[in-house]
């Protein structure tokens, strides 16, 4: 192939910005196994990467795109073989090595994982990082002791793609699921997915009280922030909250209380490098306990060549569920 379509992050004497390019087999970086990309994902930090509004590209010019999915079309690793359909989620790729939005990628074959069965390279990427992320959450809420009998689960970002895809797994399992949002009009397409109830996002935002009435369970949260401290100060005696995200806030501010009066626990969770063995768990998981048909009715295609203007949709919220992107030949 002489040449594939790509966006390509520059920052030079004329600043940042994310420039639709054309590239060849000798633009990419190092590493054992070439794919041919044919769908990426839209997530929260694609869309800072694409606008350059945080500094998610750290090496220019970069690829951006933190997802990717494919067929393999050359490897010098035994692990995979021209043909294998794959995924890749984080490991810095979208980063600090070309990432998803092209139509190959040369990448090390430790960061690659075999699309389980029962998933295909769109619904792959319809997960994507947001969704496995979700998955990581539930499986530390699950190592802690949750149970679908016992008791409601917050959900914050709900209409997102992390809360999305964590209502639609939990739901299925059974879980009482109250889903925080700031889109009370999404609330039919909540409830579709398994939320029992609607909690309006403006209830969450404001300061957080040390302890409040003992409500969840546990929680997942993207939010940080008071969002994040308020639903610790209403979580139950040993309960537990998996946090992954800042959509509001960088910052925590949340007292001691739930922790040392409730033996409460907070878990951080991270999807760029966590360990392979709990990639391979989360998305076996996923093929297995997501319902493929409300996969895709909370899936949308987002068009390669508006991928800046989807980025900031994406974080103005404007985005529901989750976003593919299918990649031009
Ligand atoms: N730790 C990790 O490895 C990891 C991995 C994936 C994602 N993340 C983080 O998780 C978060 C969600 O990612 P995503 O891809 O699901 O993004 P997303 O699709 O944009 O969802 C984020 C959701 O957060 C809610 N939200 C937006 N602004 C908010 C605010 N000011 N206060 C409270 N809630 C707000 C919105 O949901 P509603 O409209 O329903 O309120 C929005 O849809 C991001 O911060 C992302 O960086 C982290």
Request: with cysteine; glycine share 4%; charged share 25%.
């Given at each position: 192939m002489s040449s594939f379509p790509a966006w390509l992050a520059r920052k030079d004497d004329d600043g940042y910005r994310v420039e639709r390019s054309e590239l060849g087999d000798a633009d990419l970086m190092e590493g054992d196994v070439t794919v041919a990309v044919e769908y990426s994902t839209l997530n929260y930090k694609d869309g800072l990467a694409l606008t350059g509004k945080a500094p998610i590209v750290r090496r220019f010019p970069l690829v951006p795109g933190i997802d990717l999915a494919g067929r393999v079309?050359?490897?010098?690793?035994?692990d995979f073989r021209p043909g294998d359909s794959v995924l890749l989620n984080g490991f810095g790729v979208g980063e600090e090595h070309h990432g998803g939005y092209a139509g190959r990628a040369r990448v090390r074959s430790e960061w690659l994982l075999k699309i389980p069965e029962g998933l295909d390279a769109r619904r792959a990427m319809a997960i994507g990082t947001a969704g496995y992320t979700a998955m990581l959450c539930i499986l530390k809420l699950e190592d802690h002791g949750i149970r679908p009998d016992g008791g409601p689960i917050a959900i914050s970002g709900a209409a997102g793609g992390v809360g999305s895809i964590a209502l639609a797994v939990l739901g299925r399992l059974g879980y009482e699921l109250q889903a925080i949002t700031g889109?009370?009009?999404e609330a039919d397409y909540l409830k579709t997915l398994g939320a029992a109830g609607i909690l309006p996002r403006d209830d969450f935002t404001r300061p957080a009280r040390p302890l409040a009435r003992e409500t969840w369970q546990a929680g997942i949260d993207v939010a940080g922030g008071n969002t994040l401290a308020n639903i610790l100060s209403q979580t139950r005696y040993g309960g537990a909250v998996a946090a992954c995200g800042?959509?509001?806030?960088?910052?925590l501010p949340a007292s001691v209380a739930p922790f040392i009066l409730r033996g409460v626990t907070l878990y951080g969770v991270d999807?760029?490098?966590?360990?392979m063995p709990r990639r391979i768990e989360a998305w076996n998981r996923l093929a297995r306990d997501l319902d493929l048909d409300l996969l895709d009715r909370l899936s949308q295609e987002v068009d390669f060549e508006r991928l800046p203007e989807a980025g900031e949709d994406i974080l103005a919220g404007r985005i529901r569920g989750r976003a593919v992107v299918k990649i031009p030949e």
């Open positions: 079309i050359e490897s010098s690793s035994p889109r009370g009009e800042l959509a509001e806030s960088m910052e999807s760029v490098q966590c360990p």
